[in-house]
Structure formats: C-alpha cells, structure tokens
C-alpha cells in the first residue's frame, strides 16, 4: 500500500521558517517526481514546487521562488520542502504528491495536478502576525 505522509506543519510568524517531511512507503521515491501543492482556505489548489526523479530539475511557483527549496533522501525515502521567510499569505494545506512518470510537467506555468497519483493528507502551516 502506498502512503505519502507529510509533517512539519504548524504555526509560525512572518519571516520565520519551516520545513516539511513527506515521507512515502510503498514506493520509491528515486522513481518519482515529487511535488508539492498548497491550498488556502477559500481557494483552489496550487502548486508550489516539483522535483524530477533524477533530482536535477526543480520547479518553483513564482510566489515562493528564492525562498522555498525541495530535495530529497533517497535513502529515507523522504522529500522536503524548506521554507523560509514565510509569508502571511503561505498559510494553506500543504500537500506532497508522487508523479510515476518522474518528470516535472509543467504547463500554463503550472504544475500538472493530474499526473501525480498518489498524494499524502496534507499538513497545515499557518503564518500569523
């Protein structure tokens, strides 16, 4: 059974960092490309950054650029996502999803939400003054 679960969310002031876990069992994720997504309350869900399997393409959504970093550990099986000097309006739902085709599809300057197949429960973080 396939189970993406992230961690690392919670509450954190403007400026201050956090950093995200998707751990993944039942798959390898040096298979896959990994991305991952947010959704704020009221709005639809949008990527923020993706990585290829071979971990040398990266994507980032213009809003996070300079200040998000995705990576992986193949060897625990887990992706991250560091965020720093976060942002009131980086509060959302955090979600990590696997792609099996391992490449970042991007298109519109958007991830491809629909080639990913297998996505985790999400985690909270929220930014507040």
């Known amino acids: 059974q396939v189970q993406l679960v992230e961690s690392g969310g919670g509450l954190v002031q ?32 949008e990527g923020v950054s993706c990585l290829n399997k071979e ?21 625990w099986n887990t992706a991250y996502l560091q965020m720093n000097g976060l942002k009131p309006e980086d509060t959302a739902v955090y979600y990590c999803a696997a792609d099996w085709s391992g490449t970042c599809s991007i298109v519109a300057g958007n991830p491809q939400q629909e ?15």
């Open 14 to 45: 403007p400026g201050g960092s956090l950093r995200l876990s998707c751990a993944a069992s039942g798959l390898g994720i040096d298979a896959y490309a990994i991305g991952w997504f947010r959704q704020a309350p009221g709005k639809e869900r």
């Open 55 to 75: 971990g040398d393409f990266a994507y980032y959504a213009d809003d996070v650029k300079g200040r998000f970093t995705i990576s992986r550990d193949n060897y």
């Open 115 to 129: 080639k990913y197949s297998h996505w985790g429960q999400g985690t909270h973080v929220t930014v507040f003054s």
